[in-house]
């Protein structure tokens, strides 16, 4: 575990590919090790840009072929919220996550992650208005930050439901999500009110029943 963080913490651009096919085979010999491996790249994002020449390189040779252990640990830490400064070089990744992955376990872990984006918000302003950060930098509007993550549980949905088994997940993920993360329930009610057809067949009765009864609202079908 600790030589493992080690060499995908101290990797650099040249060596990044390399490293990304020894983390590979660690995490098929060892899958509980792939939480460690997302963390260290969780720090690393945090660096912001000058991260970039490593992780780009490290991240999508583990996206690649890496084993799904570590494809779903890496999904829920690029899905995440994060800082300002790792913001975007997450999104970059995700879309590189997004592009090429099919396996419903892992966009499963992109949902959830997707999903908490609003918890952890809601944490970070105190529930209240965000306006400005205490150093006078700009805090993303509520409203811009929502439809980032309205578009991002749209996107993932849309490619659960290409099989069955994702679309099973994607209707117990919703329900779940519903009854655990604050304020979705009311969120993806929302969401559907205002543009049902753009849900049409990818939210199943299951999910619309739990959504309706937490939210306390009818949804059209």
């Given at each position: 575990g600790a030589a493992l963080r080690t060499l995908t913490e101290a990797t650099t651009p040249a060596l990044a590919r390399r490293v990304a096919a020894l983390?590979?085979?660690?995490?098929?010999?060892?899958?509980?090790?792939?939480?460690?491996?997302?963390?260290?790249?969780?720090?690393?994002?945090?660096?912001?840009?000058?991260?970039?020449?490593?992780?780009?390189?490290?991240?999508?040779?583990?996206?690649?072929?890496?084993?799904?252990?570590?494809?779903?640990?890496?999904?829920?830490?690029?899905?995440?919220?994060?800082?300002?400064?790792?913001?975007?070089?997450?999104?970059?990744?995700?879309?590189?996550?997004?592009?090429?992955?099919?396996?419903?376990?892992?966009?499963?872990?992109?949902?959830?992650?997707?999903?908490?984006?609003?918890?952890?918000?809601?944490?970070?302003?105190?529930?209240?208005?965000?306006?400005?950060?205490?150093?006078?930098?700009?805090?993303?509007?509520?409203?811009?930050?929502?439809?980032e993550i309205r578009g991002l549980v749209h996107r993932t949905g849309l490619l659960l439901v290409r099989t069955p088994e994702g679309a099973t997940l994607l209707d117990r993920g919703l329900a779940d999500l519903g009854r655990h993360v604050p304020g979705f329930a009311a969120r993806m009610a929302r969401w559907l009110t205002e543009a049902p057809d753009d849900w049409a067949g990818m939210v199943g009765p299951g999910a619309r029943r739990t959504i309706e009864n937490l939210a306390g609202v009818r949804v059209p079908a």
């Open positions: 983390v590979q085979e660690a995490v098929r010999l060892r899958p509980e090790t792939a939480g460690q491996v997302a963390g260290c790249v969780d720090r690393r994002l945090e660096q912001g840009p000058t991260a970039r020449p490593v992780l780009l390189p490290l991240v999508t040779g583990l996206l690649d072929g890496g084993p799904e252990q570590v494809r779903a640990a890496l999904a829920t830490v690029l899905a995440a919220a994060g800082t300002p400064a790792s913001r975007p070089l997450r999104r970059e990744l995700l879309e590189s996550l997004l592009d090429r992955e099919r396996d419903p376990a892992v966009l499963d872990a992109v949902l959830h992650a997707a999903a908490a984006q609003g918890d952890a918000d809601m944490d970070r302003s105190g529930g209240g208005d965000m306006g400005r950060s205490g150093a006078g930098d700009p805090v993303e509007a509520p409203y811009r930050r929502e439809d």
